[in-house]
């Protein structure tokens, strides 16, 4: 059997990170999770997770964004799927956002986590 593709998850709070690879997982997905968006970033320069899709939440903290997280990550690989987390940012995806990427508000149920990354992946398949 195939290794489970690799995402990318960046989400500040805990309980959320641990429902999110939860989610992921019944999937079919592997979460390779971190908590700021400059860990992201070195993860993702990194290379060697190999991360196939970005799942991160929009409002993190002190650092950088999701959507300036999202920004750099597409410098570098132009088609990188991203999916955005927010609960009250949704109304800025339309001006932040990066083209063709998904947002899903929060609360969402597990499965429309999966679903999301799944579209993403099969639309660049």
């Not at 992921?24 to 908590?35: N, R």
């Not at 290379?47 to 950088?64: H, M, P, S, Y």
């Amino acid at each position: 059997m195939s290794n489970p593709l690799r995402v990318l998850v960046v989400e500040d709070e805990a309980l959320i990170c641990s429902f999110i690879e939860d989610a992921l997982s019944d999937g079919g997905f592997e979460a390779c999770s971190v908590h700021s968006g400059e860990a992201a970033m070195s993860t993702f320069r990194d290379g060697r997770k190999q991360c196939r899709a970005l799942l991160t939440d929009v409002n993190l903290g002190d650092g950088i964004s999701g959507w300036e997280l999202a920004r750099k990550i597409r410098e570098i690989t132009p088609d990188f799927p991203v999916v955005y987390m927010t609960s009250a940012s949704a109304p800025d995806w339309k001006s932040q956002g990066v083209d063709g990427s998904l947002l899903i508000e929060k609360p969402f149920a597990p499965a429309q986590l999966a679903a999301a990354v799944s579209q993403l992946l099969d639309t660049r398949a």
